[in-house]
């Protein structure tokens, strides 16, 4: 990696864009976010030489600005540009401790400290091709030292995952089984090993016979999956899971059919449609064009009050379950949050609620916006990993919520 090495200071007025080894390290980090996940081809790299070239090397935000308003084409891409921004521009110094921090190493038994969210994906895109800094192959040691790489992929935060990670973890989610268990109706329809008689069958078969015998006719139940609806947030606090729990909804939609989604941030937009594509990319690409307000900020409260106006009595009938995808951090108008989530919780069979800040062991229901919420949730389960995705299919199929994902021990652990 020559970043330091040639361009001490890319960053001073003077040094020109095209000259000495910038155009190169553009190239550079331009693969590094390509690796990472982002993206960015040829073209663009032409195009990010050329804007530096006319824009010319003032600031630090002023590289930054330039670079990002070409190679960044979605909101949800900006966290991860800004992780490679922050580890390949910067002093030399700082790459040889982090690729020693990555390094395999002993136990430690002291508690570590979680990487920032796209780090591990944005280290392992820039150093994967410096062969002569990786350390000869050898079996990885950890705590968990029997762990196989899949029990390991299983328990990992989506957060944390590299690029190679989030793909496997999209494949395991690819291979999820939905619940096949069907919920009763009150409607009857024929079943010759029906329980009970079926007046109307049996009057049509006299007839045929012509009154000379009666051949019963059974009936039971009819049977169909409940319908789900997902209600997620997209805002900048549930990035790094807002994607990864699209491909489980679209796996969800391809299994059952009966699956509405809805995203909001800001606002409030309907991805049914979307997410009915078989194809997932085109899916979720469909889904970022039709969203506005991707990455930005968050009105639970009022996406919530468009929701229960506008779709609530189309979708919420023939015994739905709600499925809320949010921290809940909200700060505005807590009184009409709290009335939206009773009534979004009236309307459904039952209001599960996901939350990816539950990863936290020490997490507890403090903020303003969760206690607002809770009291009308009938489950409150982690969001964060692959374990906890079987568990929420698990629990799609379950009537009853278990002891870990009551909402009241949290009301009452606060």
Same mark, same amino acid.
């Given at each position: 990696m020559q970043t330091s090495e040639h361009v001490s200071n890319p960053f001073?007025?003077?040094?020109?864009?095209?000259?000495?080894?910038?155009?190169?390290?553009?190239?550079?980090?331009? @693969?590094?976010?390509?690796?990472?996940?982002?993206?960015?081809?040829? %073209?663009?790299?032409? &195009?990010?030489?050329?804007?530096?070239e006319a824009a010319g090397i003032g600031t630090r935000e002023d590289f930054y600005a330039t670079l990002h308003a070409v190679l960044v084409k979605k909101h949800e891409h900006t966290i991860i540009f800004d992780q490679a921004f922050r580890i390949f521009w910067r002093k030399r110094g700082f790459t040889e401790k982090l690729i020693a921090l990555m390094s395999p190493m002993a136990v430690d038994n002291s508690e570590p400290k979680k990487p920032d969210a796209g780090a591990a994906r944005v280290a392992d895109a820039l150093y994967k091709n410096r062969a002569e800094e990786k350390p000869k192959e050898q079996v990885e040691v950890d705590a968990r030292f029997t762990m196989s790489m899949s029990e390991v992929l299983q328990t990992k935060d989506f957060a944390q995952m590299t690029a190679d990670e989030i793909a496997?973890?999209?494949?395991?989610?690819? @291979?999820?089984?939905?619940?096949?268990?069907?919920?009763?109706?009150? %409607?009857?329809?024929? &079943?010759i090993h029906g329980g009970r008689i079926d007046p109307r069958g049996t009057f049509r078969n006299s007839l045929r016979a012509g009154g000379a015998g009666i051949e019963f006719a059974f009936r039971k139940h009819a049977e169909r999956y409940a319908p789900i609806v997902a209600i997620c947030d997209i805002s900048g606090s549930m990035s790094d899971y807002t994607r990864v729990f699209l491909h489980f909804l679209h796996q969800l939609t391809e299994q059952r059919r009966r699956v509405h989604t809805f995203l909001f941030g800001t606002r409030l937009t309907n991805v049914t449609r979307a997410l009915r594509q078989k194809d997932v990319d085109e899916a979720?690409?469909?889904?970022?064009?039709?969203?506005?307000?991707?990455?930005?900020?968050t009105r639970i409260g009022a996406s919530l009050h468009a929701f229960n106006r506008e779709w609530s009595r189309r979708v919420l009938g023939q015994g739905a379950i709600c499925v809320l995808f949010t921290d809940g951090l909200e700060r505005d108008r807590l009184d009409r949050l709290e009335a939206e989530m009773e009534r979004l919780h009236k309307s459904c069979r039952r209001l599960i609620w996901v939350n990816p800040l539950l990863r936290y062991s020490e997490f507890q229901a403090k903020a303003s916006g969760v206690r607002a919420m809770l009291p009308n949730v009938d489950e409150f389960r982690p969001i964060h990993n692959l374990k906890s995705m079987a568990d929420l299919v698990a629990a799609l199929a379950q009537e009853k919520n278990s002891s870990a994902s009551d909402p009241r021990k949290w009301l009452r652990a606060a």
């Open positions: 001073a007025a003077s040094a020109p864009a095209a000259t000495g080894k910038l155009a190169d390290n553009i190239l550079y980090f331009a @693969r590094a976010l390509r690796d990472a996940g982002l993206p960015v081809g040829p %073209r663009s790299v032409i &195009d990010a030489i050329e804007a530096v496997a973890a999209r494949a395991a989610i690819s @291979r999820l089984r939905m619940p096949s268990e069907q919920m009763r109706l009150r %409607r009857w329809k024929p &079943d979720l690409g469909e889904c970022s064009v039709d969203v506005k307000d991707w990455s930005g900020g």
